[in-house]
């Protein structure tokens, strides 16, 4: 059995306005919670990209060590904390709202290069095996169909990049099996629509906000926050399904304007095998 986690969190982006202070201790938190906790995963399986170590080029990279040579029976974990956005859509025929769902690099400027789009993912995801227990927790604004706004006493505020237009520059709309790998890869249509083999547990909704929250004197992801909280009293007793509509009504409890979503053939399971 070969256990790894890839963990990302992003607090310091390149222009000050997109700054966030809870993405890393999300990372740091969850890295605790698998390793100290319930001691599932050994820390020399573990890799984390923070701030400008967190390019899209890196963690394509360290997406395809994760799921490199995974067998049935492996558990799997990639968890990203920092800004998400929506851009419009290279696949028409693929997207009735006319937008992707996307996370921000450290290096995102609104270009192809930068940008990771939910059909990337999907790609890069769509070699998973049938019995490989595959883990994906997406702290960001827009998380929902990628298979932060900030809130707090201090001052709440939410991951939503500010600054550039999400759009991948001077490529315009065209379908799927046109694109080149330049242009954002070349996605054959059963990686791009068929189920993730695995769980998504996005923070909210793909047209709502994440917040960067200040909760007992320390910046987290709210949805993180709340997340790791429920998963230490019930990770062993309840699937994720359920672990997801508590964590929902903690937020909801709490005043965050945000619904966590699951999705994927393994949100029935629980968090560990």
Not at 36 to 42: C, D, G, L, Q
Not at 110 to 139: C, M, N, Y
Not at 181 to 203: C, D, Q, V, W
């Amino acid at each position: 059995m070969k256990n790894k986690a890839l963990l990302v969190g992003i607090n310091k982006y390149p222009n000050p306005r997109n700054e966030l202070k809870g993405c890393v201790n999300d990372i740091l938190d969850i890295e605790h919670f698998i390793t100290e906790t319930n001691k599932v995963y050994s820390k020399q399986n573990i890799k984390k990209l923070t701030d400008r170590q967190a390019t899209k080029k890196e963690i394509v990279t360290q997406i395809k060590w994760l799921v490199e040579g995974a067998q049935s029976g492996d558990q799997l974990l990639f968890h990203y904390s920092g800004h998400g956005a929506q851009a419009p859509t290279l696949f028409p025929t693929l997207e009735e709202d006319g937008l992707d769902e996307i996370i921000c690099p450290y290096d995102f400027d609104g270009s192809a290069a930068t940008t990771l789009r939910d059909k990337e993912f999907a790609q890069l995801f769509a070699g998973l095996p049938k019995g490989v227990h595959f883990v994906w927790i997406s702290d960001s604004c827009h998380a929902e169909d990628l298979s932060r706004d900030v809130n707090t006493e201090e001052k709440t505020i939410y991951r939503q990049f500010q600054g550039v237009t999400p759009i991948i520059e001077g490529i315009a709309p065209i379908n799927y099996h046109k694109l080149t790998e330049e242009e954002g890869g070349s996605f054959g249509p059963m990686a791009i629509t068929k189920p993730l083999n695995g769980a998504l547990l996005s923070a909210c909704a793909s047209h709502e906000l994440s917040a960067d929250a200040y909760i007992n004197k320390r910046y987290n992801g709210a949805f993180t926050h709340y997340l790791i909280k429920n998963l230490l009293q019930f990770s062993d007793s309840k699937n994720m399904q359920a672990i997801i509509k508590l964590v929902n009504m903690d937020l909801d409890k709490n005043g965050y304007d945000q619904n966590p979503e699951i999705e994927g053939l393994l949100e029935n399971k629980t968090f560990f095998i």
